[in-house]
């Protein structure tokens, strides 16, 4: 069964400091994955993904994700944080086929000033 | 271009009544889909529809939700009857399909509270 872990929920960082939020995953094809974020009462908007090639993607905003087929991760990585990244980012997964997104349960990311 | 367009923004129903949300997707993108989002579940796929068919349902969802896709370009979600356990945001989103094209563009949803 396909999966997608974060296993923290909420993560609170000093503006300026580096931020690096977890995903873990589980499939047994080639995955395609996302990390998407939502600012307080708004949708989702896609911060960067990740189908083939350098497992290291570069995303909007300063972020990037590091994907490791061997750890079946792809955890997000911001090297300084600022107040405006306060906002629950989503983990996500889509097999191939086009099978519709498994997303994880998010991670509520606070900067404190 | 524009984006994802979910009306209305806020929706307040009371329990036994139907309520239909509405969604129009960017133009030319072919998947839609409907998400449901509450702080305890997440995110959970009420439908999925690729060119106007529909691909998947949430199965747990299908007795009183119903999408469907009138056109390429506007869908609705009726949920009859409402009940108070519906209270949750619910999300649009489209994308195009194919390697390359899995990113979803999402609406900024509906607020739906049931009574």
């Known amino acids: 069964a396909q999966s997608v872990t974060q296993p923290d929920a909420r993560v609170t960082v000093s503006e300026g400091a580096s931020l690096q939020l977890r995903c873990k995953y589980s499939?047994?094809?080639?995955?395609?994955l996302f990390w998407y974020v939502q600012y307080p009462r708004q949708g989702l908007q896609l911060l960067l993904k990740y189908y083939s090639g350098d497992p290291v993607v570069q995303g909007v905003n300063g972020f990037e994700a590091e994907f490791s087929k061997s750890n079946s991760s792809f955890h997000l990585r911001k090297a300084s944080v600022h107040w405006s990244d306060s906002a629950v980012y989503f983990c996500v997964l889509s097999a191939q086929g086009g099978r519709a997104l498994i997303f994880g349960t998010g991670t509520t990311v606070s900067v404190s000033p | 271009d524009a984006g994802v367009t979910q009306t209305p923004r806020h929706e307040v129903a009371e329990k036994g009544q139907t309520i239909i949300l509405k969604c129009e997707p960017v133009?030319?993108?072919?998947?839609l889909f409907w998400y449901r989002q509450t702080k305890i579940q997440g995110l959970e796929l009420l439908s999925y529809?690729?060119?106007?068919?529909?691909?998947?349902d949430g199965g747990a969802f299908k007795d009183r939700f119903k999408a469907e896709m009138l056109n390429s370009s506007f869908s609705t979600l009726k949920i009859q009857p409402t009940e108070p356990k519906d209270s949750a945001v619910y999300l649009c989103a489209s994308s195009t399909p194919g390697l390359g094209g899995r990113g979803l563009y999402f609406g900024s949803g509906t607020r739906l509270t049931v009574l």
């Open positions: 499939y047994s094809g080639t995955p395609y």
């Open positions: 529809f690729r060119s106007k068919s529909l691909m998947e």
């Open positions: 133009s030319g993108h072919n998947d």
